[in-house]
């Protein structure tokens, strides 16, 4: 009989793509040393430092938020505490998030052989979960340091951002002048996006077929010429009107060219972000069939699942891709039903209020874009996609299992022996508000004000510490910074 430095007991273990869990039976987790060590009812454990009877709650994988923005608007170590609280209240024990050189985040260019020194310095020892960096190869000297990163860092997922180059992060609002702050005799365009690519392919031949490339897929031209015909437009206003100025065949398109490019340069890991439209998942499905020798992956935000247009309360939903209407909603839950989206982010960007809003708050054009989430990320797909029969064991690989296979976070996904003890145990049968003021992020509003969820995150643990309970984040901060390997 083994010791456990933790015991579970009667918890529901719900496990990614394993459908004799959508119901699952209680039963006990042991864990020891921060890892699962066993599961299974009625564990002969002899002695436990600390036993929690879970009293038949669910227990899902701790959330692998693939897709946040620490440190976008405000400063980085402030970022990385408070939103991390948000993660650890939502049940996202592993952040993944996108870091770049240019304005906002640091507001700095240069190289990142100086630049992640600096972003992990400001993080360290301020988190609450563990962490891991995406980083934007905007110049081609970052395309160049693509090897030293992953040896020095840990970094094997990339990304582009396929409009900055013409149109900057808000649109009218953004300063692009000096946004990208990348050489002068150097353009962000797709030539650009193309020797990205051929920079990250040469290192996954090297290195080894865990790198992959993440696109947010919108097309600058098309929204600028879209943007000056709504801003004629007197019946347009609000969300409504930002969505139509960047319209879903701006993202269909991108996804069309960036796909060919994929294609073109032999890059076979290719991550399309947060498609927000009909359009958009018909494209990058038009894609995958068209070539087949790329591996796609389709992601989905819970900003675009569980809100529209008319349901965000205001600009404070202004989001790049933008909400958009009911329909297109709609449609990303039959994508997610039908098995063609493979995973689930929040996206999460905290805007306080003084950043997010113009001198006329309700100027959508003048406002930023994006806003934090990661709180409501599990509790919103659980409880919303019970109503639509999206069974527990697709939440877990949804949430948890694909991105870390995709990402490259191997001890994660799963609660299996082996796997480290990141454990979120889920009520599912608990009401309650969103609130914006219950929330532990700095952002003071919230498009998902008022929305009504039907289940609740009570216990969280990292690396069997509880991290929130009783309402409240636990302890201290120690969430580790993820090095990862490409192999
Ligand atoms: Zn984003």
């Known amino acids: ?18 459908p004799s869990t959508d119901d699952p039976a209680a039963v006990d987790i042991a864990v020891s040393g921060g890892v699962v060590t066993a599961v299974g009812p009625n564990l002969p454990v002899a002695r436990a430092d600390r036993v929690l009877d879970a009293d038949g709650l669910l227990a899902f994988p701790g959330v692998i938020d693939a897709h946040q923005h620490w440190g976008i608007y405000q400063d980085l170590a402030a970022d990385t505490d408070s939103e991390s609280r948000a993660c650890a209240q939502g049940g996202v024990t592993t952040a993944l998030t996108y870091m770049r050189t240019g304005r906002y985040y640091l507001n700095r260019g240069g190289a990142y052989r100086d630049f992640v ?14 962490h891991a960096l995406h980083l934007a190869p905007m110049t081609t000297e970052h395309i160049a340091e693509i090897p030293s990163l992953i040896k020095e860092f840990g970094v094997i997922s990339f990304k582009i951002f396929m409009f900055y180059g013409g149109h900057g992060l808000h649109g009218r609002s953004a300063d692009q002048a000096d946004f990208l702050m990348i050489p002068a005799t150097e353009r962000y365009d797709l030539a650009h996006f ?13 290195f080894g ?27 347009l206003t609000g969300l409504r009107a ?18 060919y490019l994929a294609h073109e340069t032999g890059l076979a890991n290719i991550n399309l972000l947060h498609l927000s439209s009909a359009k958009a998942v018909a494209a990058a499905l038009t894609m995958a069939k068209a070539f ?14 569980l809100a529209d247009v008319d349901t965000a309360h205001g600009i404070g939903g202004k989001v790049n891709p933008p909400l958009r209407e009911r329909p297109d909603v709609e449609a990303l839950w039959r994508h997610l039903l039908a098995g063609e989206i493979d995973w689930v982010v929040s996206d999460h960007a905290c805007c306080r209020d003084e950043q997010k809003f113009g001198p006329d708050r309700d100027d959508v054009f003048a406002a930023k874009s994006g806003f934090g ?36 976070l191997r001890g994660k996904g799963t609660i299996a022996a082996g796997f480290d003890a990141d454990i979120v145990l889920v009520d599912p049968d608990a009401r309650w508000t969103v609130r914006a003021t219950d929330s532990e ?31 409240r984040v636990q302890g201290d901060p120690r969430g580790r910074y993820l090095r990862r390997d490409p192999a």
């Not at 020194?117 to 563990?130: I, K, T, Y």
């Not at 509790?379 to 069974?391: S, Y």
């Not at 509003?445 to 929130?468: K, Q």
């Open 1 to 18: 009989m083994a010791d456990a430095d933790l015991l579970i007991k009667n918890a529901r273990v719900v496990r990614p793509d394993d």
């Open 117 to 130: 020194p600096e972003v992990l310095d400001r993080m360290a020892g301020r988190a609450f979960v563990d």
């Open 194 to 206: 193309e020797f990205v690519m051929r920079g990250i392919q040469h290192a996954r031949k090297r």
């Open 209 to 235: 077929p865990g790198l992959s490339l993440s696109l947010h897929c919108e097309t600058a031209e098309i929204m600028a010429a879209y943007t000056a015909l709504v801003e004629q437009d007197p019946t």
């Open 242 to 259: 930002y969505s139509a100025s960047r319209p879903p065949h701006s993202e269909g398109l991108a996804i069309t060219m960036a796909s």
């Open 292 to 305: 087949p020798q790329v591996d796609f992956r389709r992601e989905v935000t819970i900003g675009h699942l």
């Open 373 to 408: 989430g990661a709180e409501y990320l599990l509790p919103g797909l659980v409880g919303e996609g019970r109503k639509r029969g999206l069974p527990l064991s697709r939440v877990a690989a949804l949430t948890a299992w694909n991105p870390a296979r995709r990402y490259g």
């Open 441 to 471: 992020s700095a952002q003071e509003y919230t498009p998902f004000e008022g929305f009504e969820m039907t289940a609740r995150v009570t216990d969280v643990f990292l690396r069997g510490h509880r991290i929130f309970g009783d309402g």
